[in-house]
C-alpha cells in the first residue's frame, strides 16, 4: 500500500508546498512548486520544477532555483511567471532569517530568466524591488506578475500589525518597479496577513484571488488554519484601488491553499492549488515525500461566483467507464459522476472519509473534522487517487478538497436512489 498519487503531482521525494511559477512556455506547461528536496519537513524552500503537454502527465525536472545568494540564502520563496519577447521570467521573494529562531526576517523580491524553459540564471540587478511597502512591513512576498497595455503590474501580499493586504506595483520594463500603494485590505475581518496574491481578468470582472491566514471561524465557515478564497471586483489602475464584494471560500475541504493561475495558449484560466493544509500529520512523509497539487481546473465565472470545473484532459485517464453495479466497490484512482436529487453518501477507503448529501446540506466528513456547507447539489463528480477525494458540485459550482489517509481498505459504498458511472484511471 502507497499513498504516492496515481494522477495528481507530488514531489519525486521530499517536501513540497505551493505552486509557483505556473505558465504555457513555447507550447509546454511548467509546474514550479515550494521545494525542500533534502527532508519531508519545510525548512530552506527551492524551486522544483515539472513539465506536461497536457497538464496531466507531468516529467520531473532539475531544480530551477535554489538559495545561497545574500538576499536569497534563507529560501526561494513563491512567485509567478511571465514569458516577454520569448524569456521566461520567473518573480520569487528572496528570504534571510535574521535570527536563529527564524521570528525575524527581511524579504525582497527577485527575478531569475530562461530562454530555453530549462536553465535559469538569476538577475544581476536582484533584489529588484529591496524595500518594504510604505504601509506594510517586512512580511511582503508571493509577487503575481501580469502584462497590461503595454505595462507590467505586480501585486504582493504584505500586512502590518493587524490587517492583510495586497499592494501594487508597476514597471515598463518589467525589470525596474515602483510601488503604487495598496489596492485592497486592511478589513480589519479578513485576517492579519494576505499571502499568494493573483488578480486576473475573467469573463467581464477582475477576480483578487488570495490566501488570508488569521481569519476567525464564522458558523461553517472558515475552520481551516488558513484559507484560500477571492473577491469579485474592478482594479482601477489609475487610482489605483481595487473595489469589490465580499470574501467567498474558493474551496470547501480540509486541504486546500496557495492556488495560483494561468491563462494557457488556448486561453484557459487554469488554477492548481497546493493540496494541503499547514500544521497537519502527513503520512506519506515515511514514504519520503510529503504533499501533492489538487488536479487542475478550468475557471468561469458566473453570476458572480468563481467556478472550478476538472480540464477536459481529465477524461484523457479513463481507462474503462461503466455503469456502478451495486453499492459497494473497490479502487486507488477514480472517477465517479452521478445527477441526483436525492440525499445520499458515498463513503471513502472504508469510511475514511465520507461525502454527502441531505437536503441542502453537503458535507465532507474526515476523522472528526467536518466541513459542511448550506447549497444545493445537482450534479456530483468524485474524483479519488490513493490518499485524496475532489468532489465537484453543480460543474464546479462548489468544490470540496480534502486528503484522506486509508489503512488497508480499499473499499468504497455509495448509498442512495443514485444511479452512478464509475470511470477507473
Known amino acids: 500500500m502507497t499513498f504516492r498519487p496515481h494522477y495528481h503531482f507530488a514531489p519525486p521525494f521530499g517536501w513540497m508546498n505551493d505552486p509557483n511559477g505556473l505558465c504555457q512556455y513555447n507550447g509546454v506547461y511548467h509546474l514550479f512548486y515550494q521545494y525542500h528536496p533534502f527532508g519531508v519537513d519545510w525548512d530552506d524552500m527551492h524551486w522544483g520544477h515539472a513539465t506536461s503537454t497536457d497538464l496531466i502527465r507531468w516529467e520531473h525536472k532539475p531544480i530551477a532555483l535554489r538559495p545561497g545568494l545574500d538576499y536569497d540564502q534563507d529560501g526561494v520563496f513563491s512567485g509567478s511567471a511571465l514569458v516577454k519577447d520569448g524569456v521566461l521570467h520567473l518573480y520569487y521573494t528572496g528570504n534571510v532569517w535574521l535570527d536563529e529562531k527564524r521570528e525575524t526576517l527581511r524579504q525582497v523580491q527577485c527575478l531569475a530568466t530562461s530562454a530555453d524553459g530549462n536553465t535559469f540564471k538569476k538577475h544581476l540587478d536582484n533584489p529588484i524591488i529591496s524595500g518594504e511597502p510604505a504601509r506594510g512591513n517586512a512580511h511582503v512576498r508571493d509577487p503575481k506578475v501580469w502584462d497590461q497595455e503595454g505595462r507590467y503590474y505586480m501585486v504582493l501580499g504584505t500586512r502590518d500589525a493587524t490587517d492583510g493586504k495586497v499592494v501594487l506595483y508597476d514597471s515598463d520594463d518589467a525589470i525596474h518597479w515602483s510601488e503604487r500603494g495598496v489596492i485592497a485590505g486592511e478589513t480589519g475581518e479578513h485576517g492579519w496577513m494576505w499571502e499568494c496574491p493573483d488578480l486576473f481578468h475573467l469573463d467581464g470582472h477582475d477576480v483578487l484571488l488570495l490566501s488570508p ?213
Request: charged share 25%.
Open 213 to 425: 491566514q488569521g481569519m476567525e471561524q464564522d458558523g461553517d465557515r472558515y475552520h481551516n488554519l488558513h484559507q484560500c478564497g477571492y473577491f469579485v471586483g474592478h482594479l482601477d489602475l489609475n487610482a489605483p484601488l481595487f473595489t469589490h464584494g465580499t470574501f467567498t471560500e474558493l474551496d470547501y475541504g480540509h486541504d486546500f491553499y496557495a492556488a495560483q493561475t494561468f491563462l494557457d495558449e488556448r486561453g484557459r484560466r487554469i488554477l492548481i492549488a497546493w493540496n494541503a493544509m499547514w500544521e497537519r500529520d502527513w503520512p506519506e512523509q515515511a514514504e519520503g515525500w510529503t504533499n501533492q497539487m489538487t488536479i487542475p481546473r478550468e475557471l468561469s465565472l458566473r453570476n458572480g461566483r468563481l467556478y472550478m470545473t476538472p480540464i477536459e484532459e481529465m477524461a484523457s485517464l479513463r481507462q474503462t467507464s461503466q455503469r456502478l453495479a451495486g453499492p459497494k466497490f473497490e479502487g486507488d484512482a477514480f472517477e465517479l459522476s452521478f445527477d441526483t436529487e436525492a440525499d445520499f453518501q458515498f463513503a471513502c477507503f472504508g469510511e475514511t472519509a465520507t461525502f454527502s448529501k441531505s437536503g441542502n446540506t453537503l458535507e465532507l466528513t474526515r476523522g472528526h473534522e467536518v466541513r459542511r456547507l448550506q447549497a444545493s447539489g445537482r450534479t456530483f463528480r468524485i474524483f479519488v487517487d490513493a490518499s485524496s477525494i475532489e468532489v465537484f458540485v453543480n460543474d464546479g459550482e462548489f468544490v470540496f478538497s480534502s486528503r484522506v489517509y486509508p489503512s488497508e481498505k480499499r473499499t468504497h459504498q455509495l448509498t442512495g436512489d443514485v444511479t452512478a458511472t464509475l470511470h477507473r484511471y
